[in-house]
């Protein structure tokens, strides 16, 4: 049967992870697509050649593998379609050029993460497009911050360090009304517990290299359109040659499967240990929209149906050393970027903001919750305090 049979939308989303994607044309009687490595396509005749009348053509533009991937993000995201990008940074970088060009001007939430802040004073300044940043919280407000040339609106809500949320149905219908696009990473919640298309986003950008994978071995990243901006998205991606390796989609689609089955479950270990690490001394703050104390916590509550494994701590007047030695003592977080996947992770963040200052003092302790079982790393957690509090 084929993945986009009848009665699909009355499915519920474990269901869609498990179905999208696996159309019997590409599937045949299997469960899952065949990988295909493949750069030449050959034609049947000088017509089909000439006028390039058959499915595929060429590596690049089109396989089995990549196909069966687009379909489920498409239909993951409620979109008209998507693309493949080889990282998640190249996902933003796509979705940035497919709709700005020389003289306009871009307006980025001040949460974004740092490497796609780094791409639009970087390279897209050398284009001649000028970013202002702003208080992701801003809302309507930014109605203020319009130009004649502004043309995009960058989110990223919950950021992926500092955790606002943002008023992404407001600040859309700001953007709309004045013929502007808007662009949202949804990394964070993913299309599992939110959909930006439906609330005003025209694309969607995935770090699939997180939760989509989730087992941290693969690079990847997906954009995907509205009916407005898909031409202009596929257009952009063609004429960078942008393509991912057939392995790392398979390992991809295969994450997929499980991926609801895994958020479920970091949400729900993230969410106790948040909940527990607020009521430590040691703790001045804990940054999870999930949080009914967090500032975002409403409108998180109104437009997602559930939080991820990642969050952050700022810990009351510790020093940077003190920091260190409390990850340094953990047993069960490693220490590395990224996160998404089904090993807990912890890494010291630094906020560079322009629009909305944090204190220089407020260090983060950006906490990722895999898989591990809840009341082991709670105790792990809680040996590294203990240890930390005998440091002189």
Not at 157 to 167: A, M, R, V
Request: charged letters at 20%; aromatic letters at 8%.
């Amino acid at each position: 049967m084929s993945g986009n049979d009848k009665n699909t939308s009355m499915e519920k989303p474990l269901t869609r992870l498990v179905r999208s994607g696996r159309d019997h044309d590409l599937t045949g009687p299997f469960v899952n697509p065949p990988v295909v490595h493949a750069s030449t396509v050959l034609f049947e005749n000088s017509d089909d050649l000439l006028g390039g009348k058959q499915r595929y053509t060429y590596g690049r533009r089109g396989t089995p593998t990549i196909e069966a991937l687009e379909m489920a993000i498409t239909e993951m995201e409620g979109a008209e379609g998507a693309v493949l990008c080889p990282s998640g940074l190249s996902a933003v970088s796509t979705a940035l050029l497919s709709v700005l060009r020389s003289g306009d001007h871009l307006l980025m939430a001040d949460n974004a993460y740092d490497p796609a802040r780094n791409f639009a004073r970087n390279m897209l300044q050398r284009l001649g497009i000028e970013t202002t940043f702003f208080d992701p919280r801003i809302g309507a407000g930014i109605a203020t911050l319009f130009r004649p040339n502004t043309r995009a609106v960058y989110l990223e809500s919950p950021g992926s360090l500092t955790f606002e949320i943002s008023d992404i149905p407001a600040i859309a219908a700001v953007a709309h009304a004045r013929d502007a696009f808007v662009l949202a990473d949804n990394t964070w919640a993913t299309p599992y517990f939110f959909k930006p298309l439906e609330h005003g986003v025209d694309l969607a950008i995935l770090a699939g290299t997180k939760y989509l994978c989730g087992h941290s071995d693969v690079m990847i990243g997906t954009v995907a359109a509205n009916a407005r901006t898909l031409k202009m998205l596929r257009d952009t991606h063609g004429d960078m040659g942008l393509c991912v390796g057939p392995d790392d989609i398979y390992l991809t689609l295969r994450g997929i499967r499980t991926m609801g089955v895994r958020l479920d479950r970091q949400m729900q270990s993230g969410l106790t240990i948040a909940g527990w690490l607020q009521g430590r001394a040691e703790v001045g703050r804990v940054l999870h929209p999930g949080l009914p104390s967090d500032p975002g916590h409403a409108i998180w509550k109104r437009d997602m149906r559930g939080s991820s494994g990642l969050f952050g701590i700022v810990m009351n007047d510790w020093s940077l050393d003190k920091v260190k030695a409390f990850l340094d003592g953990l047993r069960l977080f490693g220490l590395g970027y990224s996160w998404g996947g089904f090993e807990s992770l912890a890494i010291i963040g630094r906020p560079n903001r322009m629009a909305a200052p944090w204190p220089v003092e407020d260090r983060i302790i950006r906490l990722q919750i895999g898989l591990e079982d809840t009341s082991d790393l709670i105790a792990d957690l809680e040996a590294s305090f203990a240890r930390v509090s005998n440091l002189s």
